[in-house]
T-cell receptor, first 112, second 114 residues
Framework: NAGVTQTPKFRILKIGQSMTLQCTQD?????MYWYRQDPGMGLKLIYY???????DKGEVPNGYNVSRSTTEDFPLRLELAAPSQTSVYFC???????????FGSGTRLTVV | AQSVTQPDIHITVSEGASLELRCNYS??????LFWYVQSPGQGLQLLLK??????LVQGIKGFEAEFKRSQSSFNLRKPSVHWSDAAEYFC????????????FGTGTQLKVEL
């Protein structure tokens, strides 16, 4: 049982480039989330999904886009990368609210 | 909207000493409450959770937390800290519905002195 799998683990982007961070879960969880983690700031919610075909903005959605075509996959798209998007990105999933999240191992992104 | 505060940015304890990490939340009713641990370069691992029932909850790695409604707190405790407990600890609060989103505190970095 792999849980939540994120790829890639590390990436360096140049300003203005685009990329997709991949996230896959094999637990049949309906809820999926993308957070970014910056030092001293905790985790901030970017986007979330309550099921296939349904997504919504979190606290810091600007510069990002998501899609959820299947229960398993929840990719995060960065368009026109900016230095402010340098961060560690975590994908998570959950079965229901009181169950807590299962996190992926993260993607460390640097924009130069 | 809910919020969560972890007042201590850094805490240093000696190995074998007891530990208490503070967490205060703001929400009008009883929320879901969680503690996560993050080792360097790793993802977050769930230590324990509370959403109803007994206010003292036991978690993995010998940790426990107590929900105190009157103080809006959910402090994490461990009676005897091991060097391997050095990590960053995050408290999180969630509310029923609305996508089951969690709001995280800014974290407490725990250092263990040998």
């Amino acid at each position: 049982n792999a849980g939540v799998t994120q790829t890639p683990k590390f990436r360096i982007l140049k300003i203005g480039q685009s990329m997709t961070l991949q996230c896959t879960q094999d637990m049949n969880h309906n809820y999926m989330y993308w957070y970014r983690q910056d030092p001293g700031m905790g985790l901030k919610l970017i986007y979330y999904s309550v099921g296939a075909g349904i997504t919504d903005k979190g606290e810091v959605p600007n510069g990002y886009n998501v899609s959820r075509s299947t229960t398993e996959d929840f990719p995060l798209r960065l368009e026109l990368a900016a230095p402010s998007q340098t961060s560690v990105y975590f994908c998570a999933s959950s079965y229901f609210g009181g169950d807590g999240y299962t996190f992926g191992s993260g993607t460390r992104l640097t924009v130069v | 909207a809910q919020s969560v505060t972890q007042p201590d940015i850094h805490i240093t304890v000696s190995e074998g000493a007891s530990l208490e990490l503070r967490c205060n939340y703001s929400y009008g009713a009883t929320p879901y409450l969680f503690w996560y641990v993050q080792s360097p370069g790793q993802g977050l691992q769930l230590l324990l959770k509370y959403f109803s029932g007994d206010t003292l909850v036991q978690g993995i790695k010998g940790f426990e937390a107590e929900f105190k409604r009157s103080q809006s707190s959910f402090n994490l405790r461990k009676p005897s800290v091991h060097w391997s407990d050095a990590a960053e600890y995050f408290c999180a609060v969630g509310v029923p519905g609305g996508g089951n989103k969690l709001t995280f505190g800014t974290g407490t970095q725990l250092k263990v002195e040998l």
